[in-house]
């Protein structure tokens, strides 16, 4: 018996090992579902007292696209930032964004993914707009109407119809590209509850014809949140889920004076 338990162990440790060797040689490991970019960013603090920009001062920097900022300049774009001259004080390794250099402007194309489109949307309650901010991932949410038709005993009288009202999740996880007039600053009322998101087409022809069919509602994720990634993960709120709230709850009474007596 004592020597079955050592056996036991080294199978399991071996088991172990075999399962960590084989996750290190997969193709892109972890990191195959994801996508990463590089930016610019700066290798020194560079100030706006600084003479312009020289190459040597820009550094690249690898991040995720989902949570790179939405004013961050591709590498590939580098020598935009060259010669030129900061608005504000950039420590070292922090983004260089377009915003922080003088005569430098990245179009709304250049935040967009391969295969994405860029479509605005705008929600029903603006509350939560108020907070958000270019690079945020929402999850997009809708309330609508369902119809049920209910037929008669007399197949030659028109059927009843019922109105019933539903939640549920459109899109659980959207990234927002920019607010505003592209610039991401939000001017007195005017426009809102309105955000600039990036999906894929078909993505992109359902949210545009939900907003005709429906009120959306916007809910903000934890940054880089990998759960709650498909819309079954929510489910739906509807008429039975209210009754379901109800079972097994006492009725309260008012009395007649409308306070407790002493």
Not at 5 to 25: E, K, Q, Y
């Amino acid at each position: 018996m004592k020597n079955v338990v050592p056996l036991i162990i080294a199978i399991v440790l071996g088991a172990a090992a075999v399962f960590a060797v084989s996750r290190m040689i997969r193709p892109g490991g972890a990191d195959a579902e994801r996508e990463y970019i590089d930016v610019v960013a700066a290798a020194r603090d560079i100030t706006p007292k600084d003479d312009e920009i020289k190459d040597s001062w820009l550094m690249k920097r690898t991040v995720e696209r989902s949570s790179m900022p939405a004013k961050a300049i591709p590498w590939s774009r580098m020598n935009m930032v060259v010669r030129q001259k900061t608005l504000r004080t950039i420590a070292k390794g922090d983004y260089i964004l377009s915003s922080d250099i003088s005569g430098v402007d990245i179009r709304l194309s250049g935040l967009l993914a391969e295969g994405e489109w860029a479509v605005p949307v705008t929600f029903a309650d603006p509350a939560l707009v108020k907070f958000l901010q270019p690079g945020d991932e929402i999850a997009v949410m809708g309330a609508y109407s369902m119809k049920e038709e209910k037929a008669k005993i007399d197949m030659s009288e028109k059927a009843d119809v019922k109105e019933k009202q539903a939640m549920s999740v459109i899109f659980p996880c959207v990234r927002i590209l920019d607010i505003g007039k592209g610039d991401g600053v939000r001017r007195g009322e005017e426009g809102l509850g309105t955000v600039i998101v990036s999906l894929n087409p078909q993505q992109a022809m359902t949210l545009v014809a939900a907003q005709r069919e429906m009120e959306l509602f916007p809910a903000l994720r934890r940054a880089n949140d990998a759960s709650v990634r498909r819309r079954r993960d929510v489910g739906l709120v509807g008429d039975g889920t209210f009754e379901h709230m109800k079972t097994g709850l006492n009725l309260v009474t008012i009395s007649d004076a409308g306070a407790a007596e002493k």
